[in-house]
């Protein structure tokens, strides 16, 4: 077990050996700024990470993950972090990313007990009960879970579409530009499901802000 460990650790030496190899002024110049375009809320999943799955560098993608890539309206450690990427950061991109193969999704499709993780897995099983007859006219088991999959995207797409962090930002300055992609783990490819949302009109009314509403 030890030696798992130490290996991590031998490991980021030779990383670091080989990006000053390649760029000696890499990690300088990494450290003097912090500037992405990429907010990323994705799956605690460890075969998904965002960095080497797009391809990009340290410094390039900002990023949140949690149990299947959810938005949780009262789950503040995940509006802290957005509010950062949107406030302080500036991002053009908040990218919701699930993947193919999901646990949480596919313990959401259970009626199992798993403990803690039950409370969390909650927010998942209502977008279940939302597309309801969508996902169980699917009969086959693995298209079924699929379809959950990208549902589950969809519905995290349109709650960061809710906050005032998101609506304010779009006011202000148009930005940033909200994305749903699906990673399939058997492939390596993103599918872009193809929502993509900027402004607040397709927004039912009762979950639009008013610019500078008083507080209550």
């Given at each position: 077990?030890?030696?798992?460990?130490?290996?991590?650790?031998?490991?980021?030496?030779?990383?670091?050996?080989?990006?000053?190899?390649?760029?000696?002024?890499?990690?300088?110049?990494?450290?003097?700024?912090?500037?992405?375009?990429?907010?990323?809320?994705?799956?605690?999943?460890?075969?998904v990470?965002?960095?080497?799955?797009?391809?990009?560098?340290?410094?390039?993608?900002?990023?949140?993950?949690?149990?299947?890539?959810?938005?949780?309206?009262?789950?503040?450690?995940?509006?802290?972090?957005?509010?950062?990427?949107?406030?302080?950061?500036?991002?053009?991109?908040?990218?919701?990313?699930?993947?193919?193969?999901?646990g949480?999704?596919?313990?959401?499709?259970?009626?199992?007990?798993?403990?803690?993780?039950?409370?969390?897995?909650?927010?998942?099983?209502?977008?279940?009960?939302?597309?309801?007859?969508?996902?169980?006219?699917?009969?086959?088991?693995?298209?079924?879970?699929?379809r959950?999959?990208?549902?589950n995207?969809?519905?995290?797409?349109?709650?960061?579409?809710?906050?005032?962090?998101?609506?304010?930002?779009?006011?202000?300055?148009?930005?940033?530009?909200?994305?749903?992609?699906?990673?399939?783990?058997?492939?390596?490819?993103?599918k872009?499901?193809?929502?993509?949302?900027?402004?607040?009109?397709?927004?039912?009314?009762?979950?639009?802000?008013?610019?500078h509403?008083?507080?209550?």
């Open positions: 077990m030890i030696e798992s460990y130490q290996k991590l650790l031998l490991q980021n030496k030779a990383w670091v050996k080989q990006k000053n190899l390649d760029d000696q002024d890499f990690f300088s110049d990494l450290s003097k700024i912090q500037k992405p375009d990429f907010f990323w809320i994705g799956c605690s999943d460890s075969r990470p965002a960095n080497e799955i797009t391809g990009t560098d340290p410094g390039e993608i900002f990023v949140h993950r949690n149990i299947a890539n959810m938005v949780v309206h009262t789950d503040m450690n995940m509006l802290s972090a957005l509010d950062y990427a949107i406030n302080v950061l500036e991002v053009k991109h908040v990218i919701v990313c699930g993947h193919y193969g999901c949480g999704v596919r313990a959401a499709l259970s009626k199992k007990q798993y403990g803690l993780i039950d409370n969390w897995i909650r927010h998942i099983k209502d977008v279940h009960h939302t597309h309801h007859d969508e996902i169980e006219a699917i009969d086959n088991p693995h298209e079924k879970e699929k959950f999959i990208e549902l995207v969809v519905e995290q797409v349109n709650a960061l579409s809710k906050t005032s962090i998101i609506q304010n930002a779009w006011r202000q300055r148009q930005s940033p530009f909200i994305h749903g992609w699906v990673y399939d783990l058997e492939t390596g490819y993103i872009d499901l193809q929502i993509s949302l900027n402004d607040s009109s397709s927004i039912p009314a009762v979950y639009q802000f008013d610019a509403s008083p507080q209550a």
